[in-house]
């Protein structure tokens, strides 16, 4: 059986609660492998947010990578990949990605998803929003990359901070062609 092969990207912006529970939920699909690239602010928010140790973090990859690793096989766009995720995505990574600065593994692996007209979902985080932000998520999204902010949907009568964070990452599976049975959705009135 081919696995599909899903890069997850984590920044350093605060959210990493988001990118967590994509991975645990990517756990439930025995046919899906994530290849995961962490900033080193990353692994410090993880620390910080979560009190996350890296064993654990690292037990929720199937293949991890250092963000400093440019010669890493999702630096090329001959290793095939269905699709990358960065959550959450920093402004300065964003900004990277607009720009074609591919100084580090997530922008290059950015770079490649785009080059290759694969699936790119950025997970921005951050706000307020500025011009040069609004700017850059603008540029990215006319270039066929999907924005989907961390934003709580309350139709669903979320109960807890986790129903909230379960709705976001539906929206991930959703966007990426995964099927999921989040019992969250709108059925009408």
């Not at 994530?34 to 947010?49: F, G, K, M, P």
């Not at 290759?116 to 990359?145: A, C």
Request: hydrophobic share 40%; with cysteine; glycine share 6%.
């Amino acid at each position: 059986m081919n696995k599909k092969r899903i890069v997850v990207a984590i920044s350093g912006a605060s959210g990493t609660i988001y990118a967590i529970n994509l991975l645990r939920k990517f756990k439930e699909y025995p046919e899906i492998e994530t290849h995961v690239i962490v900033s080193d602010w990353a692994h410090e928010n993880l620390q910080l947010e979560l009190n996350m140790p890296r064993d654990a973090f690292a037990s929720l990859c199937d293949v991890l990578y250092s963000n400093k690793d440019l010669g890493a096989r999702i630096a090329s766009g001959s290793f095939l990949t269905d699709g990358m995720v960065i959550v959450p995505a920093s402004m300065k990574t964003v900004a990277g990605i607009a720009c074609g600065f591919s100084d580090n593994l997530i922008g290059r692996a950015a770079d490649v998803a785009l080059k290759e007209q694969r699936k790119l979902i950025i997970v921005p985080r951050e706000t307020p929003l500025n011009t040069i932000h609004l700017e850059n998520l603008t540029k990215l999204s006319r270039m066929g990359v999907q924005v989907i902010p961390p934003v709580p949907a309350f139709y669903n009568h979320p109960k807890t901070l986790q129903d909230i964070i379960d709705h976001n990452t539906a929206k991930l599976l959703d966007a990426l062609h995964i099927h999921n049975d989040y019992d969250g959705r709108w059925d009408g009135d």
